[in-house]
């Protein structure tokens, strides 16, 4: 059973860290690219960021740019999300999701397996 479990979000002072893991099981993702999203209340879900699986290729949304860093352990099947400055407008449900392609994608709807998600409150 393919499989991606997220954990490590909580609270959060405003300015603090947090670092998110994913962990994927089930099948081999090295063909595959690994995307951040997240959703706050009464909002649409939103692209943060993206990891190729094998080169570990990057990128990420302006908004979070410079703040948060995606990266892969390959040996431990497992994609991160380090959150670094953190802001109030930074609170949500954060989902990893996998997505059958090397290139980027930015778009939900693009990505075929979806974690449970892990609730991120920063507090100011």
């Known amino acids: 059973q393919v499989q991606l479990v997220e954990s490590g979000g909580g609270l959060v002072q405003a300015g603090g860290s947090l670092t998110l893991s994913c962990a994927a099981s089930g099948r081999t993702f090295s063909s595959w690219s690994m995307g951040w999203f997240r959703q706050a209340p009464g909002k649409e879900r939103e692209f943060v960021a993206w990891i190729a699986w094998n080169l570990g290729n990057t990128y990420y949304a302006d908004s979070v740019k410079g703040r948060f860093i995606v990266s892969r352990d390959n040996a431990k099947n497992t994609v991160y999300l380090q959150l670094n400055s953190l802001m109030p407008e930074d609170t949500a449900v954060y989902y990893c999701?996998?997505?059958?392609?090397?290139?980027?994608?930015?778009?939900?709807?693009?990505?075929?397996?979806w974690g449970q998600g892990t609730q991120v409150t920063v507090s100011s």
């Open positions: 999701a996998a997505a059958p392609t090397i290139l980027v994608r930015k778009v939900s709807s693009d990505y075929r397996i």
